[in-house]
C-alpha cells in the first residue's frame, strides 16, 4: 500500500482534519480556532503536511521570520509541531516528513532548519534526542530548560538566536499564575480558559491570562513556547498543559 501525505492548503483544509483533537467533542471549538489560524497563516508560506490517515502524524513549518515564536532566524525554516503518534511510530514517517521540510528549505534557498525543544524532553514539543540524531544541531539553551536547535544547510550560515525577552525566563506580571497561550493549537482553549479558569478560582490563585493574537505579539512573548506557557510569580513554570487538569494542577505548582 502507497504512503501518501497531503499538505494543506485554503483550498483543501475545510474537507481535511488536522490531526490534533479531531474526534474530541469538547476541543472541536479550539480545532476550527486552529483551522482559522492556518488558513491566515498559509498567506506567509505556512506548511502543514500529514499522512493520509485518521491519525497524528505530521509536520508544520514557516519561513522563521514569519513564526509566531520568539527567535532570530533569517533564512531559515522553523518546524513548529512535529508528532507522530502510537501505533504509526517506528515506520519512517517522521524521517519523510523531515526529508520533505529539509527539500522544502533547499528549493526556497534557505540556510536550513531551526526549532525550539525542551533541553530535555518538553511537553508538547518535538523530541530533541531524536532530532539531534537526525543531524539538528543544539545552537543555544536557555537556564530554564528550553534549545534551539538548527539543522544547516548553508555551512557559512550565521547562527540563529533567541530574542533577548526571552532569556531572562521572567514575565513581567510577579504575582500568581500566568498563562500564556495562541490558537496554534485546538487544546489550549478549552483547557486554559475553562478547567485552568475554574482551578485557579477554586485554589484562590490569581490568575492572568494572555491571548496572543498577533505574529508580533508571540514573537515578543516571554516564552519560546507560544502554544502553551505558565509562569508562577513571574518565573517561568511549564509548557506542560496537563496542569489544566485537577490531579496535576497541586503537583505542577507544588500545592
Not at 491570562?209 to 514573537?219: G, H
Request: aromatic content about 12%; overall charge positive.
Amino acid at each position: 500500500m502507497e504512503i501518501k501525505y497531503i499538505t494543506l492548503t485554503k483550498e483543501n483544509i475545510d474537507t481535511e482534519h488536522i490531526c490534533c483533537a479531531f474526534s474530541d467533542k469538547k476541543c472541536s471549538e479550539g480545532y476550527e480556532m486552529k483551522k482559522a489560524w492556518l488558513k491566515k497563516e498559509f498567506d506567509n508560506g505556512y506548511v502543514f503536511r500529514r499522512l493520509d490517515a485518521r491519525a497524528k502524524v505530521f509536520i508544520e513549518y514557516v519561513p522563521a521570520e514569519k513564526a509566531w515564536i520568539p527567535v532570530d532566524a533569517p533564512r531559515y525554516l522553523m518546524i513548529n509541531c512535529f508528532w507522530v503518534s502510537g501505533q504509526y511510530k517506528g515506520q519512517g514517517h517522521a524521517k519523510s516528513l523531515l526529508q520533505s521540510a529539509i527539500e522544502d528549505a533547499k528549493v526556497q534557498g534557505k540556510n536550513g532548519l531551526v526549532t525550539v525543544v525542551g533541553t530535555k524532553k518538553f511537553h508538547f514539543m518535538s523530541d530533541t534526542k531524536w532530532l539531534l540524531s537526525q543531524g539538528f544541531e543544539t545552537i543555544e539553551k536557555l537556564p530554564n530548560g528550553f534549545s534551539l536547535l538548527a539543522l544547516k544547510i548553508n555551512p557559512t550560515a550565521p547562527n540563529p538566536s533567541f530574542k533577548e525577552n526571552v532569556k531572562t525566563g521572567e514575565c513581567e506580571h510577579k504575582e500568581g499564575l500566568v498563562v500564556y497561550y495562541t490558537n496554534r493549537c485546538p487544546f489550549t482553549d478549552y483547557y486554559v480558559n475553562g478547567s485552568l479558569w475554574v482551578l485557579a478560582q477554586e485554589k484562590n490563585i490569581p490568575l492572568t491570562i494572555i491571548k496572543l493574537e498577533t505574529m508580533e505579539q508571540a514573537q515578543a512573548c516571554p516564552s519560546p513556547a507560544t502554544i502553551f506557557s505558565a509562569f508562577y510569580n513571574g518565573q517561568f513554570l511549564t509548557t506542560d498543559m496537563s496542569m489544566c487538569v485537577e490531579s496535576r494542577f497541586g503537583k505542577i505548582l507544588n500545592l
